[in-house]
């Protein structure tokens, strides 16, 4: 499974989509791609073309995202506690968290938000 970071689901559906023909090859792969619930906050958040929001919910479901819960939290907090830098990365650390619960590899833009995160599989595109 991958999740996507915010970095990566901006970049394949708003603007120029420089990311787009990579995650369309992944889903027709077949990989399993989803949305922390994190990442569709930071999306819902910024300014958005109705479009793109249609796009984001055709492919990855508001229901779907996959939830920021408990095991997550803790996680995200360890996390915290033992990168360097950490002020300023909580969102991040708390994607990274979903990810490692979920065994997902995370698919970024942003290599240096998730510097130091141990174990974290990240997939460039």
């Known amino acids: 499974m991958i999740l ?3 970095s990566a689901l901006i970049d394949a559906l708003s603007g120029p989509r ?10 027709e792969g077949g ?5 922390p619930t994190l990442v569709l906050y930071e999306w819902l958040r910024g300014p958005r073309l109705l479009e793109e929001l249609e796009a984001q919910e055709a492919l990855f479901p508001r229901k779907a995202a996959v939830a920021f819960g408990p095991e997550e939290a803790a996680r995200a907090a360890e996390l915290y506690r033992i990168v360097k830098r950490p002020r300023r990365r909580e969102i991040d650390l708390a994607i990274a968290a979903c990810a490692l619960c979920a065994d997902a590899e995370l698919w970024t833009l942003n290599l240096q938000d998730f510097d130091g995160v141990p174990d974290l599989r990240v997939r460039l595109p």
């Not at 420089?18 to 369309?24: D, E, I, T, V």
């Not at 990989?31 to 949305?35: A, F, G, K, N, Y």
Request: hydrophobic fraction near 50%; glycine fraction near 0%.
């Open 18 to 27: 420089r990311s787009a023909p990579a995650l369309r090859a992944a889903i």
């Open 31 to 35: 990989e399993r791609i989803q949305l």
């Open 4 to 6: 996507l970071d915010t």
